[in-house]
């Protein structure tokens, strides 16, 4: 097969270092990629919403699968785009289906309208204002206001006081996100603990759960300071047991593939379901319509089974009794990155010392080729180090141990990623 990657960040990473590794692959090409994806095969300099230009070389090249990685291209509709033109399958859902990530609103009304456990909600524009305002009143602090549509991981903000949710409310609505703000979705804070669970569905009623992860968002350890797009992961998560996976299969997977049957949406793809524990049972944070990312960077190295059969399968409808199977270790991976993120940092820092890492995966996020060839920064983050243990702490040495070998300046790793999960094990006090 010849297939095309979507994306350039360390899911993208993973997911090719995973395809790279099945029999069925002839030639793997990613777009745009980045510095260390060509690892795994070729960089293309193509945009992944410019679908023009990927419909020339997908004809050229006669792809036969397209790979949606990042969001964006889903949501623009891709997979409508190739379906029209009889062009090559996308693993990757239609524009309907999409909006469970592009449109906070959207999903929010499907699960509420499915019965699919979630926090309570309304959602406001400029003109219902004083109505949000008023909303926010009838809630307990902290206060959750999150942007309708994409906002580059930035749209949701958690506030501390009733003064300040009113003010960001006023803030999104006047265009903070721009257009993805000119409605706003207000909704009760949930306390628990969080997971992400993956389903690779084929629209047919056929799915498959992968290894379940857990994510570290915050820039500062012990979960402080500003929100990042992901500084950790860890695989598999300790308090999702049998039991709590029966409830997320039955309370939230499967009334979520009906619904979207019933919408006559074709979803032939990954959902992402981002859940959290309210003490042990599982509610929806969120939909995203790919893979997460850094979780991507853990799950890879516990899927055993062939991913690209897996999506090849799902894209065109048909899972079958293809198997899914999970290594048992543990694995855990620890996020790089510059300095200063996530708020402005430099670029084009020499990279250094990822030729000596052994016991450890480094997939690549903001990385790039000088024009010298050697390989630098280019992003906040940077590198992901992910490592298999026979548990977290195993695991983490590992990774931590790679990541002191690891150079560029400014580099920042949190060095608290998994601790929460051992002391919950009772291995940390």
Same mark, same amino acid.
């Given at each position: 097969?010849?297939?095309?990657?979507?994306? &350039?960040?360390?899911?993208?990473? #993973?997911?090719?270092?995973?395809?790279?590794?099945?029999?069925?692959?002839?030639?793997?090409?990613?777009?745009?990629?980045?510095?260390?994806?060509?690892?795994?095969?070729?960089?293309?300099? /193509?945009?992944?919403?410019?679908?023009?230009?990927?419909?020339?070389?997908?004809?050229?090249?006669?792809?036969?699968? /397209?790979?949606?990685?990042?969001?964006?291209?889903?949501?623009?509709?891709?997979?409508?785009?190739?379906?029209?033109?009889?062009?090559?399958?996308?693993?990757?859902?239609?524009?309907?289906?999409?909006?469970?990530?592009?449109?906070?609103?959207?999903?929010?009304?499907?699960?509420?309208?499915?019965?699919?456990?979630?926090?309570?909600?309304?959602?406001?524009?400029?003109?219902? /204002?004083?109505?949000?305002?008023?909303?926010?009143?009838?809630?307990?602090?902290?206060?959750?206001?999150? #942007?309708?549509?994409?906002? #580059?991981?930035?749209?949701?903000?958690?506030?501390?006081?009733?003064?300040?949710?009113?003010?960001?409310?006023?803030?999104?609505?006047?265009?903070?996100?721009?257009? &993805?703000?000119?409605?706003?979705?207000?909704?009760?804070?949930?306390?628990?603990?969080?997971?992400?669970?993956?389903?690779?569905?084929?629209?047919?009623?056929?799915?498959?759960?992968?290894?379940?992860?857990?994510?570290?968002?915050?820039?500062?350890?012990?979960?402080?300071?500003?929100?990042?797009?992901?500084?950790?992961?860890?695989?598999?998560?300790?308090?999702?047991?049998?039991?709590?996976?029966?409830?997320?299969?039955?309370?939230?997977?499967?009334?979520?593939?009906?619904?979207?049957?019933?919408?006559?949406?074709?979803?032939?793809?990954?959902?992402?379901?981002?859940?959290? &524990?309210?003490?042990?049972?599982?509610?929806?944070?969120?939909?995203?319509?790919?893979?997460?990312?850094?979780?991507?960077?853990?799950?890879?190295?516990?899927?055993?089974?062939?991913?690209?059969?897996?999506?090849?399968?799902?894209?065109?409808?048909?899972?079958?009794?293809?198997?899914?199977?999970?290594?048992?270790?543990?694995?855990?991976?620890?996020?790089?990155?510059?300095?200063?993120?996530?708020?402005?940092?430099?670029?084009?820092?020499?990279?250094?010392?990822?030729?000596?890492?052994?016991?450890?995966?480094?997939?690549?996020?903001?990385?790039?080729?000088?024009?010298?060839?050697?390989?630098?920064? &280019?992003?906040?983050?940077?590198?992901?180090?992910?490592?298999?243990?026979?548990?977290?702490?195993?695991?983490?040495?590992?990774?931590?141990?790679?990541? #002191?070998?690891?150079?560029?300046?400014?580099?920042?790793?949190?060095?608290?990623?998994?601790?929460?999960?051992?002391?919950?094990?009772?291995?940390?006090?």
């Amino acid at each position: 097969m010849k297939v095309i990657l979507l994306g &350039s960040g360390g899911r993208e990473s #993973a997911l090719a270092w995973k395809m790279k590794q099945s029999p069925l692959l002839e030639k793997l090409y990613i777009a745009p990629g980045n510095g260390g994806t060509d690892a795994f095969g070729t960089n293309v300099a /193509i945009s992944p919403t410019d679908f023009e230009a990927l419909a020339e070389f997908v004809d050229r090249e006669g792809i036969d699968l /397209i790979v949606a990685g990042n969001e964006d291209p889903l949501v623009a509709g891709l997979a409508d785009f190739f379906k029209a033109k009889g062009g090559p399958a996308v693993c990757g859902p239609c524009r309907a289906g999409a909006a469970l990530e592009g449109s906070k609103d959207f999903a929010k009304r499907f699960m509420e309208a499915n019965g699919i456990p979630t926090a309570c909600y309304r959602s406001f524009t400029a003109d219902t /204002i004083e109505e949000g305002y008023r909303f926010l009143e009838e809630l307990k602090a902290p206060y959750v206001l999150k #942007a309708d549509g994409l906002a #580059a991981g930035k749209g949701v903000l958690i506030l501390p006081t009733l003064d300040e949710a009113k003010e960001s409310l006023r803030e999104m609505l006047s265009g903070m996100f721009g257009k &993805s703000s000119a409605t706003v979705v207000i909704e009760e804070f949930l306390s628990g603990i969080e997971c992400s669970v993956f389903v690779l569905t084929d629209g047919h009623g056929g799915y498959r759960v992968l290894p379940v992860a857990k994510d570290y968002k915050r820039i500062g350890e012990g979960d402080t300071g500003l929100n990042t797009g992901g500084m950790g992961a860890v695989s598999p998560v300790p308090f999702a047991d049998d039991t709590f996976m029966e409830k997320v299969r039955t309370r939230i997977i499967l009334p979520t593939l009906d619904g979207l049957k019933r919408e006559g949406i074709d979803y032939r793809g990954f959902i992402f379901l981002g859940l959290i &524990s309210v003490e042990g049972e599982p509610m929806v944070i969120e939909y995203n319509v790919r893979m997460g990312d850094p979780e991507t960077e853990a799950v890879m190295l516990r899927v055993d089974s062939d991913l690209l059969q897996l999506m090849n399968a799902a894209a065109h409808g048909d899972l079958g009794d293809l198997e899914l199977k999970e290594n048992p270790q543990t694995a855990v991976t620890v996020m790089m990155v510059s300095g200063g993120y996530p708020g402005s940092y430099p670029k084009g820092k020499e990279i250094t010392g990822l030729d000596i890492v052994s016991d450890s995966i480094a997939f690549h996020a903001g990385t790039s080729r000088g024009d010298d060839g050697r390989l630098v920064t &280019s992003g906040g983050r940077v590198i992901s180090v992910s490592s298999l243990g026979s548990d977290i702490a195993e695991a983490l040495d590992r990774s931590y141990r790679s990541i #002191a070998g690891i150079d560029f300046e400014g580099k920042y790793s949190r060095r608290d990623i998994g601790r929460d999960l051992m002391k919950l094990q009772g291995i940390e006090k």
